[in-house]
């Protein structure tokens, strides 16, 4: 009885992946396929959509925007992040509680939300939509992912090493450079990963503070609303693959930071 | 020693200062705009009102939107729970390989969802591939109309947004020590007693903490419906984007924009009133 429930879960498990990787297996096959539609059977294998997409100058502008803002925005919410969960964590003893509260809620809050009221708030005083306004728009939230990636590592770092370091007679400033950025790095570098793919990926703020400017995300959007050319399926391919290979960084990254923690228990 | 701790409070202030220029005060911006009725100039004094919202309620459009939203909002979290219930419970207790296949689930996570949406619409459309393989099965005699339906802007809210609840979910039931189960079997309940009394009692954070990440970004969706849904399934993210890039009614705009905020932030409130933000920032943690 007890087997049985086990194989119909097994097989239940293994249709649910299945579920989830079918749009995506469908994408890569029809970047292939020399049919202009999106039908059965399959016309036959073609590179064309790839030059069609070599040749298409918007959407290489918007690869360039998409990297440019990817690149920028991880780095200042990776910095703000890291300052932001020492000053939290091993600064302020109490009422964190209100403040976690604060920086969870852009990672809860719709992005729809978050991107109108940057719209609003930036007409107000008169800042042209465009691609500062996306930047500090996606700092905004991915900064808290940022945090929370970050606050894993720093909780169990205990202040002793710190305080150590100072009784010793580092300056606070060296204690912080010398002793805590270095436990921090390698959370520090998984954050920035994951706030660049963030902000790859993000859309719908985008779409609202971008202006007559383009992203990769927006000028899928475009593409989606006004018929469909494979070249979209081009456009995911190579995404996928990129994503794929920043997953990989990721995890190697882990590797080698849980290695350096092996070392140091030792 | 304390002397050290006042210094690092002190590097709270740059990322907090971003956050109340950059995310608190644009809030509080679009929060006036909901109270007013007109533009914000400096120097002007505001007239509030209400009637942004009281629109809203009397206008029978709006109000079918808001409360489709909501329906389709939930039905998306019940459907993702039932579909990642047992995906979670046999990640949690029936295998080893839990880890590399949570990296495995959280793959598509990180391709473009516009670009995952638009394959169900190839999927679903008339000519696609779910019509073409029942008509091959002969299970259909005709193709059947999916596409830009309530039904299809819900399949794919679900298939979007179901790994969110998995992880949750899985986390919580990770943690539940199997002696309480099996102690509760020698004590002579059934099994499907024993999942019910215990299991799933202690899974409901998880379940909580899953309708957070499912319930607010469905509520707040704009792309999917506006890619798979048709004039019967417009929800409340398309009504904003209307006014903001169409109609150009801030105030009514914003007012929607506040309703959506204020409802995303009652329930991260209620949440950590009751189950307490750590469990959030575990589950969160994992991903």
Known sequence: MKNKGSVILTIYTALFFL?????????????????????????????????????????????RNSIIIALSSATISTIL???????????????????LILLILPVLMPGLTIGIAALVFFRTINFPPGIPIVIVSHVS?????????LMGRIEGMPLDLQEASVDLGASWLSSIKDIIFPILMPAAVAGWLFAFMISWNEFIMTYFL????????????????FGISPKVNVISVLITLFTLCMIAILLASRKIYNKILMKERR | MSVIKSKNKNLIYPGLLWLFIFFLLPLS????????????????????????????????????????????????TIFSIIFSYPVAYFLAKRTKFDKVLIVVLMIPFWINYLIRTFAWKLILSENGVLNQLLLWLKVIDEPVRVLYSQTSVLLGLIYMYTPMMVLPLYASLLR???????????????????????????????IFAGTLLVFIPALGS???????????????GNIIENQFSRVGNWNFGSAFTVALAVLSIALVLFYSKIFGLESIYKNKGNT
Request: charged content about 15%.
């Open chain 2, 29 to 76: 911006v679009i929060l006036i705009y909901a109270v007013t009725a007109h533009d914000l100039v400096p120097g002007e004094s505001l007239k509030f009102t209400f009637s942004n919202f009281a629109v809203i309620f009397q206008k029978k459009h709006y109000l079918i939107i808001l409360l489709r939203s909501l329906k389709i909002s939930f039905l998306t």
């Open chain 1, 81 to 99: 992040a890291t300052l932001l969960s020492i000053g939290l964590l091993k600064g302020l003893a109490r009422r964190t509680g209100a403040f």
């Open chain 1, 210 to 225: 971008i202006g007559a400017n383009m992203t990769l995300p927006v000028y899928i959007f475009s593409q989606l609303r």
């Open chain 1, 141 to 149: 939230i991915s900064m808290s992912y940022v945090f929370l990636i």
């Open chain 2, 176 to 206: 539940i020590d199997n002696s309480l189960v099996e102690a509760s079997q020698d004590l002579g309940a059934s099994r499907i007693r024993a999942f019910f009394d215990i299991t799933f009692k202690l899974s409901l954070t998880g």
């Open chain 1, 19 to 63: 579920y989830i990787f079918v749009p995506i297996i469908f994408i890569f096959i029809f970047a292939w396929n020399s049919g202009e539609g999106y039908s059965l059977p399959l016309k036959g294998f073609t590179w064309r959509w790839f030059a069609e997409l070599a040749g298409d100058r918007l959407a290489k502008e918007a690869i």
């Open chain 2, 222 to 236: 704009f792309a999917i419906p506006a890619i798979l849904g048709g004039t019967d399934s417009v929800m409340i």
